[in-house]
């Protein structure tokens, strides 16, 4: 398997090792040793879980550095529909698309047309799916990472269809390469982005397939110039140059789609990664029935509240549900652009997702059971408080380090009082 | 000979369908964390699923035994409950005593024990009438991998 990339960095040089990022992330990915944070890697989903609490801001979210995007000749924004949401009402997402020009690109796409093809696509594979039911939504790739660490059982029900962001890159790419006549590689798709977690999720895609988009920029990395940008140009004249209405940078489903087609009793949506988490194993246990399809955000809010956004959640749903109602139906181009490419494209996964390799997993069977009985035995041993001193989230967590001896199950305060001293050096102010 | 690795068992409630799917959810956790692949896992827990559901809503109570080995999975399900009187009956396709309050619930489509059959590799029902139930099922663990 080639090196995971991840969505962020934890400065070793700033961790004072205080572990709420241990604490809180939710595959356990974290040990804090010797007063520093180390990842492992193979457990990590790129939730970002760990970023918004840690006190010395050690780590940040790794995103392409806007002007590393000039070696393009040919620049096109795909904006998520979460940007929108950001500004004031007045602000519109065509002046929002037009501050996205001042600011370099050579062109807005016409996003929402790949939106709606993808819940049309959906709807399609829901219908005629032979089932393991529920089918679960790929478009977050944290929901795609959770599956093929903790859920491997489950790889299989997420549903094989491309996120509308990569049908956007595939589209544009043909379009704009035939219009200019330009190589597709001097075309740069550029996603804007709610979250680190598609950033990397285009530098390095789950079913490990290429990217059809070519990098990923923060909103918030480039709130404050399109704030400005908006600001002078709103007494010049008005928005972008574009044939359709704002139905087409703006999709009127919540941002990153919802699939109204779909019926309801047969259709959840969920966000947020503990509610999520809670869903997965009532399916695992074989609870959760008659749901054909369950749409999955990790971030709370869905995407507008991703941690690469800049408006609380709360603000800007309610600017995401005013963007909504004043929207008026789609324009008959639209739909006809839509139906045109629906019947051209094919929008299915190119390659099958499958189950992430753990590395302490690759011993044999004989041996993981032995560890498994081992970290039984020595969890007897352990107070079941989990503190964390010890550097591991839960007792449990220690337990199966020591057994397949990645620690040492002395470190556990309540087993040696050098570990007390230890730490009061480590923590020593 | 299969060398035996790790023994299981688990007690199953009769009409506890609030209780219903843990013991099916607990050894899929537990073949996750044993590194089981997904295929063989999914025949396993789907085998698991439909006799503990079979215990609830027939039987008193059971226990579920999990008896993995160097080169199989062994599931054994024995209740004390009514027992099954014409087991090749039961094992048809469709063929259901379910109540119409359990199909309410969404259970009882007959589909059971055909596909606990299916997905083993050995399976067998010994039944008493009056007395009980015992399910044996067989994954083997390369036959998919
Ligand atoms: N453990 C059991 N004890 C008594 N009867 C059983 C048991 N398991 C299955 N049966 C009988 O066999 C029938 C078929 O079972 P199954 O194929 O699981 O379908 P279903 O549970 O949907 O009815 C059941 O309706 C029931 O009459
Ligand atoms: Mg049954």
Redesign the interface.
Known sequence: MPELKHGFKISTEKCQGRMPCMRACPTHAIRVKNGKARLIPELCIDCGSCLGVCPSGAISATTVPFAELDRFKFKVAVASPALFAQFAIKETPACVARALLDLGFDAVWEYSVDIELIDRAITDCVKKWPG?FPLISNSCPVIVRLVQV????M??QLIPVEAPREIAGRELKRRYSLELGLQPEEIGAIYITPCQAKTISILQPAEEEKSYLDGAVGISEIYNDVLQKIRKTTNAEGSPKSKFGIGELFHWGTPEGEFPKLSREHYLPLTGLTDVIKVF?DI????I??IEFLECHACPGGCIGGNLTVENLYVARSKNLHLVASMSRPSPEFEKEVERRYAVEDFSLRRPLK?RI?EG?VVN??E??KR??RADELLKGLPLLNCGLCGAPTCKNHAEDAAAARADLSDCVFLSRDRINFLREIYKK | MAVE??RESYEIQGKNYDKA??V??EI??LL????ID?VN??RV?IVA?EGEMNVVMYAHRGTLTLV?T?RDINLEIADEGPGIPDIGLALQEGYSTASDEMREM?FGFGMGLPNMKKNSDEFRIESEVGKGTFVFAKIR?NANA
């Open positions: 393991p903790a859920y491997p059982s790889v299989e194993d695992e246990k074989g609870k029935r008659n189950p753990i997993e069977l004989l993981r059971v498994r009985k | 690795l790790l799917g843990e099916s959810g899929k956790v996750r964390d044993l590194g997904a896992m999914r827990v699923y993995l160097d969404g663990l």
